[in-house]
């Protein structure tokens, strides 16, 4: 099995290359009559391999390059032939661009961040209205869960507060009775 090579566990740039083939379909013509109807290029690779790159050339018999897919807006609408003048400018861009694996990792950061916030507060509200032994039974103990509250997903932790708040108010509205 062949690994990809990424640049962002390794911290480099990496320059790829793939095979392609003709993609064929059966397709009706005007006259309802089936025929092999030629789509284009299809890399070989698995479906969502171009989506790791930055920057795709396709490149035809004639050594011409296209862009099907270009983050920096270099060469997009673009029909080159490739040289050394275009890895100098994917070089500059890159070596002026964000790093996006950065960002990634500060929004991350930024969401567990949130997500911690909301479960400790959370947590406090639970206990504050006496409702802790109502969220260890239903909740963390349950079969299908068995964690505590703190380790729950965002998602998961609003459905929780949402039903904490329908007990709380149910509560309230059974001493006013």
């Not at 009706?28 to 092999?36: C, T």
């Not at 050339?57 to 673009?78: E, P, Q, R, W, Y």
């Not at 006496?130 to 965002?154: A, D, N, W």
Request: charged share 30%.
């Amino acid at each position: 099995m062949v690994k990809l090579f990424t640049g962002e566990k390794h911290g480099v740039h990496v320059i790829n290359t793939m095979r392609t083939k003709q993609e064929h379909a059966m397709q009706p013509d005007e006259n309802g009559k089936m025929q092999v109807v030629k789509l284009g290029m299809k890399p070989i690779q698995r479906d969502t391999l171009e989506y790791e790159f930055q920057v795709v050339f396709s490149v035809d018999m004639d050594h011409t390059a296209i862009t099907s897919k270009d983050n920096s807006s270099l060469f997009t609408g673009k029909r080159f032939q490739l040289n050394s003048s275009v890895g100098a400018d994917l070089q500059k861009w890159l070596g002026t661009g964000v790093d996006i694996h950065a960002e990634r990792r500060a929004l991350a950061e930024k969401a567990e961040a949130e997500r911690v916030e909301y479960a400790t507060a959370l947590r406090e509200y639970i206990t504050a209205n006496e409702l802790t032994e109502f969220v260890k039974t239903g909740y963390e103990e349950h079969p299908s869960i068995k964690r505590p509250l703190e380790q729950f997903p965002m998602d998961f932790l609003k459905k929780v507060d949402a039903v904490v708040q329908q007990k709380v108010a149910e509560m309230a509205k059974g001493e006013d009775d």
